[in-house]
T-cell receptor, first 112, second 114 residues
Framework: GDSVTQMEGPVTLSEEAFLTINCTYT??????LFWYVQYPGEGLQLLLK?????DKGSNKGFEATYRKETTSFHLEKGSVQVSDSAVYFC???????????FGKGTRLSVIA | EPEVTQTPSHQVTQMGQEVILRCVPI?????FYWYRQILGQKVEFLVS????????KSEIFDDQFSVERPDGSNFTLKIRSTKLEDSAMYFC????????????FGPGTRLTVL
């Protein structure tokens, strides 16, 4: 079945450091890919998405590019802030009306 | 901004007891979902609900589980006889429609079964 694998956390970075959180997927067909973020005490929020190969999703300085050839959707940010500390989930959805398939989540801590 | 709410934030129960987890989806949303995350594992889909009936469920969602929309605002997940392995974070989500629409998630209920 479909699955998502993302790098284990926790990841601890200093403010203004470059962030990469790796995500790879296994799916039949052509899934849509997502990154969700969960800030402390809050629900999962959609951070960005990409619906087809070579699409780049971006939001709040975060970016991820849908790479079909490597089945990857790595999350990047050029300069992280303390406020980016959260848990990040990579997910896929294989067609419009199917459930989301999530990775385990990666906890990011940014220190000043 | 409208949001999905869940109560309680933390529920502790004894094995074999029934629990009801409550969710209030966003008011104009028509599709509702439950997911769970066992500590250290992936967020897993449990069930989706539309038009007062289950539209899809995973193999996790066995006869111990049920969902209900008892009134116009609440969406509940009931576990009839809890087991230790039901301990997890349970997330409710809702979307305007099922097709390609973003799912909005609540903050989760942490269920601890002793």
């Amino acid at each position: 079945g479909d699955s998502v694998t993302q790098m284990e956390g926790p990841v601890t970075l200093s403010e203004e450091a470059f962030l990469t959180i790796n995500c790879t997927y296994t799916a039949t067909g052509y899934p849509s890919l997502f990154w969700y973020v969960q800030y402390p005490g809050e629900g999962l929020q959609l951070l960005l998405k990409a619906t087809k190969a070579d699409d780049k999703g971006s939001n709040k300085g975060f970016e991820a590019t849908y790479r079909k050839e490597t089945t990857s959707f790595h999350l990047e940010k050029g300069s992280v802030q303390v406020s980016d500390s959260a848990v990040y989930f990579c997910a896929l959805r294989n067609s419009g009306n199917t459930p989301l398939v999530f990775g385990k989540g990666t906890r990011l801590s940014v220190i000043a | 901004e409208p949001e999905v709410t869940q109560t309680p934030s933390h529920q502790v129960t004894q094995m074999g007891q029934e629990v009801i987890l409550r969710c209030v989806p966003i008011s104009n949303h028509l599709y509702f979902y439950w997911y769970r995350q066992i500590l250290g594992q992936k967020v897993e889909f449990l069930v989706s609900f539309y038009n007062n009936e289950i539209s899809e469920k995973s193999e996790i969602f066995d006869d111990q589980f049920s969902v209900e929309r008892p009134d116009g605002s609440n969406f509940t997940l009931k576990i009839r006889s809890t087991k230790l392995e039901d301990s997890a974070m349970y997330f409710c989500a809702s979307s305007v429609s099922g097709l390609y629409n973003e799912q909005f998630f609540g903050p989760g209920t942490r269920l601890t079964v002793l």
